[in-house]
């Protein structure tokens, strides 16, 4: 049938079925229908497995200190002078290319108007249409794009929000990658091949497949922001143990200042126990051993973690309302010195917020305080890219859009895709990048061409030289002793289904016990309940992925 | 208290419990008032006066119009306000019309098939269609990407027609027959006796399509697939949430619009509603309570 017409039964058709709910389950069971732990379906469980893409590191500028593999970052002090230049093909054939990605900034200027987008056209050779699509919707657009089955994007880009079904909609309906990226394939694309094997792993395969392009992100999870001025003024050391930390915590609280902020959305999961949980030793949401997987809930690290938590809040170190109020609001508290740290995603150690600080005072991370820490990792990407099932030639102009956009740091097709038109978006002054005015809203923010293929991170943070000295001494003193949860990358259908009635759970109980609602004694039936909602049927399926990869 | 032969709601109070009156109504007065001047100050201020002020200024350090300049450069809010009211004034006359034509009929005695036609209409009320069926029909009858998406799904709304129903029922049937007598046919008696009766209604019914119209920012996002069409709800809670849940899922960095910004895109958003209010305020009331009564 024509998508723009329609005869009046077939209007009555779709009247009736939808009003009765029914037009969905059929299309969405037929994308694969592979739900089962086991077996056939999205699981890697018993496949053959397609080498993850060789891993050759771009030589670009060198860095003022060198990164490592265990995940910390290339330093610059200073924007490099010389670019490499690392595309040197056409990219595009001057083709319209459709691409849905999600975006978390206002809406883009239209294509005609907006010089940055026309810039990355022209780079491109394409005729690039993006449709942004607000966060807070997101889950129900691709829910509907799913539904429908027809009139997909050429690029489709997830998140690492765990979607009902998309797995098997990917496998259903999205171009299998892995005989042009699995192992020394992907030398063909060259910034495809700089990305680091953490992400690809972060975004794992599916039966045994690579479908998708992951968007790298620094290994650290959810960290410590802290005050460091305030702190060098009562005196606190920058390494601290368990009872240094809650004491200075305590010496940091008085009036209307406060140690540490949390937010609302920290108790949706384990974001507000992270940073502590890490410090104490806890294991980073699952332990491995002998090919089982247990959850870090049930240890004992975990639960001084929370006891921990409820001593800062007994204590008064801990902002009132860090149960109540919006992430935005406590780091603005933040920005402003009212509250002396707040636990936030890595990400947040930004040029951004550091203009938001505006030189108040001096941003540092805090060192995690236990005698034996393991500071958590996190998932290594922030989600990734798959694309339409097409001729193989047409998923190599995709492909080679997303290598493009995924330049290195150092780059000239980085610096056109981060910050834009030299003269139009920013001019280079004493070193570094500076800004424009229409970079305000032309930019990579409201444009999200970072979603379609992103630079392997490093840290650079214009204007702020000690700052980013600040985080490569965080991260070498940090990093080599963080774990990874060994679940990244593997397949589970009950997480996927139950994920967020699992992580309702786990924050809930953690905000009773934390701020006084219930004693500590109750977390062992918060663990049950955990367990019973699905955490043991998780933990099967994760031992039968692991051992299918081994 | 005042002793006379009155009910005591008719006796003029003493000017203790009128100045106690004057104070309460103040009150609430400034309670309404407080979270919207608000809003205008922080829209006003510096984005660093805003985070001295930890996120809400209710007196800014200097006035800057920066935020304003901010949004309105790019184009897009202008844009998106045209749309809206493209999207509203549009959508309001179709749905008024479809509405009065359909109550009309369903409060006419004796009605070939008005008994079925009302269960349908009512029963789509007690069970809405889910997202996704709503977005096949949508997408099946070529409305994707057309402004005509955030109209034809939504032209009836029943609870309005049951309220519009009601009131035309009221409307005495004598004066009904008399036109009918003079010759008049149906379409004249609905112009000519039954419309001029019911501005009330017909002003209220009309305020609640306008202002859903111009609120609706959820289906723009499904319908379509180039954000240049957002109408102004859409736009509005992308500035106003856009990226606040982003630190704590991803790590990722959290890049809201400052708050002045988000303010200011609050205050051009309310504007043209405000305006538009005190004219209908007269009809309100009236309307409503007829509504209550005979639906």
Not at chain 1, 232 to 238: D, L, Q, R, S, V
Not at chain 1, 499 to 504: E, H, K, R, T, V
Not at chain 2, 48 to 77: K, R, T
Not at chain 2, 161 to 176: D, K, N, T, Y
Request: net charge neutral.
């Amino acid at each position: 049938m024509d998508n723009n017409t329609i005869g009046r039964r077939g209007l009555l058709r779709m009247a009736g079925a939808g009003a009765l709910g029914l037009a969905a389950a059929p299309l969405l069971s037929a994308c694969g229908g592979g739900a089962s732990p086991s077996g056939g379906g999205v699981s890697n469980a018993g496949k053959q497995l397609v080498p993850w893409p060789a891993y050759v590191p771009f030589a670009g500028p060198k860095p003022d200190a060198p990164g490592d593999d265990t995940g910390v970052q290339n330093l610059y002090l200073k924007y490099p002078e010389t670019l490499a230049q690392s595309v040197n093909d056409t990219v595009g054939d001057g083709s319209k290319v459709t691409a849905l990605v999600v975006t978390f900034g206002p809406p883009p200027t239209p294509v005609t108007q907006n010089r940055y987008w026309q810039a990355i056209n022209k780079a491109l050779n394409v005729d690039l249409q993006v449709t942004v699509v607000p966060d807070p919707e997101y889950g129900q657009k691709m829910t509907t794009l799913m539904a429908s089955g027809s009139d997909l994007p050429d690029i489709i880009m997830f998140t690492n929000l765990a979607l009902p079904h998309s797995l098997e909609f990917i496998q259903a309906q999205c171009a299998d990658l892995s005989e042009f990226v699995g192992g020394d394939a992907v030398k063909q694309f060259p910034n495809l091949a700089n990305i680091p094997p953490h992400a690809w792993k972060g975004m794992g395969r599916i039966n045994g497949r690579i479908y998708g392009i992951p968007l790298e992100r620094p290994t650290p999870a959810n960290s410590l922001f802290v005050n460091r001025t305030a702190m060098n003024e009562a005196g606190i050391p920058k390494t601290w143990t368990t009872e240094q930390y809650l004491e200075a915590m305590k010496e940091l609280s008085s009036g209307r200042k406060w140690g540490l902020g949390w937010y609302k959305t920290l108790f949706g999961g384990l974001g507000s126990i992270t940073f502590h949980a890490g410090s104490l030793g806890a294991p980073n949401t699952w332990s491995l051993s002998n090919g089982q997987f247990a959850t870090t809930l049930a240890t004992p690290q975990f639960e001084e973690a929370l006891g921990l938590m409820r001593k800062l809040v007994e204590a008064k170190s801990a902002h009132p309302d860090s149960l109540t109020v919006s992430s935005t609001d406590m780091q603005t508290y933040f920005h402003n010195g009212t509250v002396a740290s707040i636990q936030d995603g890595f990400g947040s150690m930004s040029l951004t917020t550091l203009t938001k600080i505006d030189k108040r005072y001096e941003l540092d991370l805090g060192y995690p305080y236990g005698p034996s820490p393991t500071p958590w990792q996190g998932a290594g990407m922030f989600g990734y890219v798959t694309f339409k099932k097409a001729p193989a030639d047409r998923i190599k102009l995709l492909l080679r859009i997303s290598d493009y956009l995924s330049a290195p740091f150092g780059t000239k097709e980085y610096e056109l895709a981060n910050y834009g038109v030299e003269g139009v978006h920013f001019t280079k002054e004493d070193g570094g990048i500076k800004t424009l005015d229409l970079f305000q809203t032309e930019n990579n923010n409201t444009l999200p061409f970072r979603y379609i293929g992103t630079a392997p991170s490093v840290l650079y943070l214009p204007g702020y030289p000690e700052t980013a000295q600040a985080t490569y001494d965080w991260q070498k003193a940090t990093l080599p002793r963080s774990i990874p949860n060994p679940a990244n990358g593997l397949r589970s259908a009950t997480q996927v289904s139950k994920s967020a009635q699992m992580g309702q759970i786990m924050g809930d109980g953690i905000a009773a016990i934390t701020f006084g609602r219930k004693p500590l004694s109750a977390w062992k039936d918060v663990v049950t309940q955990w367990r019973n909602a699905g955490g043991d049927r998780v933990a099967e399926e994760l031992a039968k992925e692991h051992a299918a990869a081994q | 208290m005042s002793v006379t032969g009155a009910p005591a709601w008719m006796g003029r109070p003493s000017p203790a419990v009128r100045a106690l009156k004057a104070v309460a109504l103040t009150v609430v007065v400034l309670l309404v008032l407080f979270p919207l001047w608000t809003v205008l100050a922080t829209s006003l201020a510096g984005p660093q006066d805003v985070i001295d002020n930890g996120g809400w200024v209710i007196w800014p350090a200097g006035l800057s119009f920066d935020a304003y300049a901010d949004i309105l450069a790019g184009g897009i809010i202008t844009r998106a306000l045209v749309i809206s009211t493209g999207i509203t004034l549009v959508g309001t006359a179709l749905s008024l019309a479809c509405t009065i034509a359909l109550a009309y009929t369903l409060s006419r005695p004796k009605v070939y098939g008005g008994k079925p036609m009302l269960l349908l209409v009512l029963f789509t009320f007690l069970f809405p269609p889910g997202m996704v069926p709503l977005f096949l029909v949508v997408q099946s009858t070529g409305l994707v990407d057309q402004y005509a998406a955030l109209i034809l799904p939504f032209l009836v709304n029943v609870f309005n027609l049951v309220v519009m129903r009601g009131f035309f029922q009221s409307i005495p049937q004598e004066l009904i027959d008399a036109a009918r007598m003079d010759g008049a046919g149906e379409p004249a008696i609905l112009r000519k006796v039954v419309l001029p009766l019911s501005k009330a209604v017909i002003a209220v019914i009309g305020l609640f399509y306008a202002v859903a119209y111009w609120n609706r920012f959820f289906e723009a996002i499904i319908y379509f697939n180039d954000q240049a069409m957002w109408p102004i709800g859409t736009v509005l809670r992308q500035y106003v949430t856009g990226g606040a849940s982003l630190a704590e899922t991803s790590g990722e960095l959290a890049a809201t619009s400052p708050q002045s910004v988000q303010m200011a895109v609050v205050i051009l958003a309310t504007l043209p509603i405000v305006c538009v209010y005190p004219f209908l305020q007269r009809y309100f009331a009236k309307g409503v309570l007829t509504g209550a009564l005979k639906a």
